[in-house]
C-alpha cells in the first residue's frame, strides 16, 4: 500500500511526430533527478515516462514517411529510449498508448464511464481543412500555422465526457489544496479559466477520419481522442486497473510545461474525478526553454537545440547539471551556447572542480596520498561544520519541492567557502612551516567537503559523482547510506571519511574549455549573429505624457477616423519584463491575429481572457510597450485602474460603430 515514503513521479507522454530535444530532455531529467534523489533517501520510487503515439500528428508524420503509424511509432521509441539512455535517464517504467495492456485498460475505462452515462453522443464542431482532409484545432489556428482562409467550420457527431459537470467540484478541489497546482502563479491561472463556463470534452474522432487511435468499446465506428487516451498513462502505467496500481496512486508529481498544465489541472482532474479517484499530488508546470531569439523551442518551429550533441561536447552530467542549475523550475529560460559554457567554467571546471583538485593533489603531494586525521579542529572547522548542515538542510527541503537550483545555489555556498577556507588556510604555507597538525585539519576539512558535494550531487550527475567518490576512497553505497543517515540526522559533521583511505587524483573532473568545442562552434557562430542582431530601436525613455482631457466636443469626422473591430482573444501571456502588461493576440478577421499589449494584467489572468470577444482600435498606428510590438488597443471601462474589458456579442470582424 502506498504511504508516505513512497515517491511516484511522471513526465509528460511525448509525441513521437519528431525526436527529443532539449524541452523534453528538461522535464525528464527533472523527474530523473527528483526520483533519484528520493531513492536515495530511501524511498520507495516509480518514475514513468513514455510516449504518447495515437493521433492525427503521428499519423500524418508516418504517411509523409510512407509507413503505418505502428511502424513509424516502433522506429522513434527506438530514438527516445536511446535519448534516455544516453541522458542516463533512470525510468522504472517507460509506457507506450500502443502497449495492449493500456489500450485494453482505456476501453475498460470508456465501458464504465459510458454505462455510467458520463459519456453521450453529439454534434461537434470544428474547424476543418477540405484540401488536407484534416481537423485542426484552435491552438494550431491560433498559432498561425493554418490560415482560415484555407479553413471551414463543419459538423460531425462525436462523443463527449461530462467535464463540465464536475467544474464546481475542481474549483473546490484546487481552492482547498494550495499545493495541488505549483508554482502557485499557475494555479491562479487555472482558477482564471475555471470562471468561464466549462464545457464537456469531445473524446472521440470517426474512424473514417481518423482511424489512429483506441476503439471505442460501444461504437466501432469512432476511436478515442488524443487527451483522453494519454492522459491515462498515468494510471495504466502503474497497472491500473488490475495490477498493482493502488501502491502508486496518487502520483507525487506529474511534471509537465506550462503548456499543458490545463488538459492536466482539468481534464484529467475531472477524469479521476469520475472515475472516483483522488487528485494527483502536485501538478508541477514548469517554463519554457526559448532560442536565442526569445521564441519557445518546439518541433513545429525547428529552433531546437540537439541535446544529444550538448551532452557529446560538454559532457552527459554537465548537461544534467546545466539545465536544472541555470533557471528555477517554472520560470522561463533563454538557452544559449555561451551561457552553457559560462556556467559550465564557473560552476563546474572553476568552483568545484579546482576545489577537488586542489585538496586531491595536496593530500597526494604532502600526506601520502592518505585521508588525514582531523585532530585539532578548530573555530574554522566548527564554522564549515555548521556550514555543511545549513546546507544539507536548504539542499533537502529545495529538492522536496522541486527547487532544483536552489538545491545546487546552497551546495554551491559550501563549495564556494570550501575554496575561500584553501585560500585563507594556505595548506603550501603550512606544508612549508613543517605545521602536519594544522595541515591535515585543513586538507582533511577539504575532502570531507568534496565527499559531502559528491553525495548529494549523485543525483544530478551521477557519473561525476561517482567518479569523485571513486577518487575519495568511497562507493555509492557507502555515499547513499552516508546521505541517508545525515538526511535524517539532518545535521552533518565533515568527518565521514575514514582515516587512511587512499585517495587518487587522477584527470580533472570537468576540464576548461577554453573555446566552443568545434561541433558546436558553427552553431554558436550563427546564435552569436542572432543575439548580436541590430535590435529594433526603441526610442528613449521619456516620461509618457498625460493623453489631453478629451474636448467637450469632436466632429463626426474625427469620430470616423477611429477604426473599431470586434475581435476575440486567442492567446495572452504576461509581458516578458512588465509585470503590468499582457501580451495578447486577438483575432480581428485578419490574415493574422494582431498582437497587442494591454496595461490589464492586475485585472486578468491570461487564460481568462482566451475566447472573449473585445472591441480593438485596429488603425492605432503600432508602438513598443517595453520592447514588444501591439498592433492596436482594447477599449476598457476604468481610469488608471481598468475596471473592465468593453466586450460585444457579435461575429470576429465586424465594424464596431
Ligand atoms: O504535449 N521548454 O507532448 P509533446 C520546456 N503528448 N519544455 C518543453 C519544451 C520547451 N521549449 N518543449 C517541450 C505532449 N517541452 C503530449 C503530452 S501527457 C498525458 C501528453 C516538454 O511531445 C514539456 O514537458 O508536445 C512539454 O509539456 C512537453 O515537452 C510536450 O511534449
Known amino acids: 500500500m502506498r504511504d508516505d515514503r513512497t515517491f511516484y513521479i511522471t513526465t509528460p507522454i511525448y509525441y513521437v511526430n519528431g525526436l527529443p530535444h532539449i524541452g523534453h530532455a528538461y522535464t525528464t531529467i527533472a523527474a530523473d533527478v527528483a526520483s533519484r534523489y528520493m531513492r536515495l533517501k530511501g524511498h520507495r520510487v516509480r518514475f514513468l515516462t513514455g510516449t504518447d503515439e495515437h493521433g492525427q500528428k503521428v499519423m500524418e508524420k508516418a504517411t509523409a514517411r510512407g509507413m503505418s503509424p505502428k511502424e513509424h511509432c516502433d522506429d522513434m521509441v527506438v530514438h527516445w529510449k536511446a535519448m534516455w539512455e544516453k541522458l542516463d535517464i533512470r525510468y522504472d517504467h517507460f509506457i507506450r498508448t500502443t502497449d495492449p495492456s493500456h489500450m485494453s485498460a482505456v476501453q475498460s475505462v470508456l465501458t464504465r464511464l459510458w454505462d455510467e452515462g458520463l459519456i453521450y453522443k453529439a454534434e461537434y464542431t470544428g474547424w476543418y481543412s477540405v484540401r488536407e482532409e484534416i481537423f485542426v484545432t484552435d491552438k494550431d489556428v491560433e498559432s498561425g500555422a493554418w490560415d482560415k482562409a484555407d479553413l471551414q467550420q463543419i459538423t460531425e457527431s462525436n462523443y463527449f465526457f461530462r467535464m463540465g459537470s464536475y467544474q464546481r467540484q475542481l474549483i473546490d478541489a484546487i481552492e482547498a489544496r494550495p499545493d495541488f497546482i505549483q508554482p502557485s502563479s499557475r494555479r491562479n491561472e487555472v482558477l482564471g479559466f475555471l470562471r468561464k463556463d466549462l464545457d464537456d470534452l469531445c473524446i472521440s474522432r470517426p474512424k473514417a477520419r481518423m482511424s489512429w487511435g483506441i476503439e471505442l468499446p460501444f461504437d466501432p465506428d469512432f476511436v478515442t481522442y488524443v487527451w483522453f487516451d494519454a492522459l491515462l498513462n498515468y494510471l495504466t502505467g502503474v497497472g491500473y486497473p488490475d495490477g498493482d496500481w493502488e501502491t502508486w496512486w496518487p502520483a507525487s508529481y506529474h511534471l509537465v510545461g506550462k503548456d499543458i498544465l490545463t488538459t492536466h489541472s482539468v481534464y484529467w482532474s475531472t477524469m479521476l474525478m469520475a472515475l472516483g479517484l483522488p487528485l494527483a499530488g502536485t501538478l508541477y508546470a514548469h517554463g519554457w526553454w526559448k532560442s536565442a531569439d526569445g521564441e519557445k523551442m518546439s518541433k513545429s518551429l525547428g529552433n531546437t537545440i540537439d541535446v544529444g550533441l550538448l551532452a557529446d561536447e560538454f559532457g552527459v552530467d554537465a548537461t544534467r547539471f546545466f539545465f536544472l542549475r ?332
Open 326 to 657: 541555470e533557471i528555477g523550475f517554472g520560470a522561463d529560460g533563454t538557452f544559449s551556447y555561451q551561457g552553457f559554457m559560462t556556467r559550465y567554467n564557473a560552476d563546474l571546471a572553476n568552483d568545484l572542480g579546482n576545489m577537488v583538485h586542489r585538496g586531491l593533489s595536496m593530500t597526494s603531494n604532502w600526506l601520502g596520498g592518505v585521508v588525514p586525521p582531523r585532530t585539532g579542529a578548530g573555530p574554522d572547522e566548527a564554522a564549515l561544520d555548521a556550514l555543511a548542515t545549513q546546507t544539507l538542510q536548504a539542499f533537502d527541503e529545495a529538492m522536496g519541492g522541486l527547487q532544483f537550483h536552489k538545491a545546487l545555489e546552497a551546495l554551491w555556498e559550501l563549495v564556494k567557502a570550501g575554496n575561500k577556507y584553501i585560500d585563507t588556510q594556505a595548506p603550501w604555507a603550512l606544508n612549508k612551516a613543517g605545521d602536519t597538525q594544522r595541515l591535515t585539519t585543513v586538507l582533511r576539512a577539504v575532502l570531507e567537503i568534496a565527499y559531502l558535494a559528491a553525495t548529494l550531487l549523485q543525483p544530478f550527475m551521477p557519473s561525476k559523482a561517482a567518479e569523485l567518490l571513486e577518487k575519495l576512497g568511497r562507493t555509492e553505497d557507502q555515499a547513499v547510506a552516508r546521505c541517508c543517515e545525515a538526511v535524517e540526522a539532518g545535521a552533518v559533521t565533515l568527518n565521514a571519511l575514514p582515516e587512511g583511505g587512499a585517495i587518487t587524483v587522477g584527470e580533472a573532473l570537468f576540464p576548461r574549455f577554453r573555446e566552443m568545442p568545434e561541433r558546436v562552434a558553427a552553431l554558436f557562430a550563427t546564435e552569436e549573429a542572432v543575439v548580436k542582431a541590430p535590435k529594433v530601436k526603441e526610442p528613449k525613455k521619456k516620461k509618457t505624457p498625460k493623453a489631453p482631457a478629451p474636448p467637450a466636443e469632436i466632429s463626426y469626422e474625427d469620430f470616423a477616423k477611429v477604426a473599431l473591430k470586434v475581435g476575440e482573444v486567442k492567446a495572452a501571456e504576461r509581458h516578458p519584463s512588465a509585470d503590468r502588461l499582457l501580451v495578447l493576440q486577438v483575432d480581428i478577421g485578419e490574415e493574422k491575429p494582431r498582437q497587442i499589449v494591454a496595461g490589464i494584467a492586475a485585472k486578468f489572468a491570461p487564460q481568462a481572457l482566451i475566447g472573449r470577444r473585445v472591441v480593438v482600435v485596429a488603425n492605432l498606428a503600432p508602438a513598443q510597450l517595453r520592447g514588444v510590438e501591439s498592433q492596436g488597443m482594447l477599449l476598457a471601462a476604468g481610469g488608471a485602474e481598468v475596471i473592465d474589458l468593453v466586450g460585444v456579442d457579435a461575429p470576429v470582424g465586424e465594424p464596431v460603430r
